[in-house]
């Protein structure tokens, strides 16, 4: 006599929605927060609109630069993730597509959807496509990580702790929600599939440093695409006179957006605004001049290409890339 098969754990239809209507709402209120915000200051954000309408045009156009220069560093990221050769230019349209989605979509569902869907579009088997994802957003974490640990190294005290005490119970805190976290995912019953999940991604990233060009368009892509981003808001302080050393705003970007990617808003919008304008006030810039420096970062990452990477993003569909 054989024994039942034992019943697979699915996510439903009904699951999946009720999932996607919590997440829009946590977005949502998040969103009004803002809004509400914006209202309080608005002021502050007329004089930083203000100053930023005279800022230096030249600093501005090559922050523009950078941020056309991102697409491309994160398509050559994604190449270095896969064992295959992707065609390079549908890659940096698909690139530019999947950021319009992400401000689209919360907690960057729209990029991963859009950058899945093209690999599978390549004939990348869907478990494939997936880990070659993940491979990218590893090597991405590990570069702002080494970045931030050598950028606090050259700008001592930026990310000082103000209180030991304080500091000391950050620390246990952090061991402590490390380990119950650890102690969920083992009692959890789908941790032999994310065991193998887990398994699939790092046997990936040890192919992609068999093959040295891999291993160099994967890390060199991730930290070019950091690299610009910090570039972008570096230029947009030069632009408004910003007494801030370009270290010390590349440090301030990194810490500020890593903490933001905690809250799950389209794009980081609200959550990364907020976070930079608090760390650009906690090094001593005026309310209204940080307000600029974050209109001219958004202006020139979100707003301006927000269109054209729709537009793409429709194109790519209709063709069939996506």
Known sequence: MTAPPTPTRTTTPATRRRHAYWQSALTL??????????RRHWRVLARGAGQLAVADQGWLLVAATAA???????????????????PGGRLVAAQLAASAANH???????AGAVNLRFLMRCGLPVGRSASALAVKA???????????????????????VPDISLG?????????????????????????????????????IRAVHV????????????????????????????????PLSPA????????????AALLPTPGGIGSLDAALVFALTASGTTASAAASVVLGYRLLTVWLPLIPGLLVLGVLVRRKAL
């Open 168 to 204: 000391v119970v950050g620390v246990v805190g952090v061991v402590l929600a490390v380990l119950v976290l650890v102690t969920v995912l083992l009692n959890c019953p789908l941790w032999p599939r994310c065991r193998r999940a887990l398994g699939t991604v790092l046997t990936d």
């Open 68 to 86: 056309l220069g991102t697409w491309v560093c994160s398509a050559l990221a994604q190449q270095g993730a896969v064992p295959q050769r992707l």
């Open 138 to 160: 590893t090597a991405g974490v590990v570069v702002r990580i080494v970045l931030i640990g050598v950028l606090a190294a050259v700008c001592p005290g930026v990310l000082r």
């Open 248 to 259: 010390r705003v590349a440090l301030l970007y990194l810490a500020a957006s890593s903490a």
């Open 104 to 110: 689209v979509l919360p907690a960057g569902l729209g």
């Open 29 to 38: 209120v998040v969103l009004v927060a803002v809004v509400c915000l914006v």
């Open 211 to 242: 093959r040295p060009h891999r291993a160099a368009a994967l890390w060199g892509g991730s930290l070019a695409f950091a690299a610009l981003n910090c570039l972008v808001l570096i230029c947009v302080t030069q632009a408004v006179e910003l």
